[in-house]
């Protein structure tokens, strides 16, 4: 009797030690191809295309083609329409419980990412400026007729990854920022203590050019300002913009 339940009790411990290893049939990962990990929060103070945008890859870890659709499922702080999410095709707004690509999937190769370029996130709300914004993405398996494959024990068929933007994340003291301009002969000479872009537009708000400035001294050359009342608008990332006018 006492052997049957030894017997018994390592065959329940072996079980559970097999269900116990689940892996992932695929993973997200970043423009290196580092692993975001599952319900891994992105977090960003910016939205500026290059700040705010994260680009990410999908990659395959089973020994089949696989089928991947996406969906949010939960917004706060935004009612999603100014989030450009691109999994297969681009959409500028998303809504809740809506999976994407609509009416398709992306299928991805075993060992291999998708084939899609540019898959990325770019919110581009700035909310209040008080409360945060996020999205919660779900990426999962679905089969040849796009409805979703459930999980089993040994392999997890469901991925998670979090959008979060706040501006108080890093915060820049606009007025404390001193750039030092000088214009000669088409030539512009700004000294920027930090990295920024920079838009230039006529006294109608007219855009004459974008710029971006690295901490440091920044030479630009064959800029006509000669004669000309424009407004400089810097941009930083954390979504502040100082505005300064100057004549030249």
Not at 47 to 68: C, G, K, L, Q, W
Not at 149 to 172: A, C, D, G, K, R
Request: proline share 2%; aromatic share 16%.
């Amino acid at each position: 009797m006492i052997m049957k339940r030894a017997l018994f009790l390592f065959f329940l411990l072996s079980v559970n030690f097999i269900f116990s290893q689940n892996e992932y049939a695929f993973t997200l990962e970043n423009e290196n191809g580092e692993v975001i990990n599952d319900l891994q929060t992105l977090e960003f103070n910016s939205v500026e295309y290059e700040d705010a945008s994260f680009e990410f890859f999908i990659r395959n870890h089973t020994d089949e083609p696989i089928n991947i659709r996406a969906e949010v499922t939960s917004l706060s702080g935004t009612n999603g329409d100014m989030m450009e999410f691109c999994f297969g095709e681009c959409y500028f707004g998303v809504e809740l419980n809506v999976n994407y690509p609509m009416g398709s999937f992306v299928t991805i190769n075993p060992g291999e990412v998708q084939n899609s370029i540019g898959d990325h996130f770019y919110n581009q709300d700035l909310g209040d400026g008080q409360n945060p914004i996020s999205y919660s993405f779900r990426f999962f398996m679905v089969d040849n007729n796009g409805f979703e494959l459930m999980s089993i024990p040994e392999l997890i068929t469901s991925y998670s990854v979090n959008y979060f933007y706040s501006s108080t994340l890093s915060t820049i003291d606009v007025d404390a920022v001193n750039f030092e301009v000088l214009y000669n002969s088409n030539v512009l000479n700004i000294t920027s203590p930090i990295n920024c872009k920079l838009e230039i537009n006529d006294i109608l708000g007219r855009k004459i050019i974008d710029l971006d400035l690295n901490s440091g001294a920044n030479y630009f050359e064959n800029i006509n300002l000669e004669d000309k009342i424009v407004i400089f608008r810097f941009k930083f990332s954390d979504g502040n913009v100082s505005s300064k006018k100057f004549i030249f």
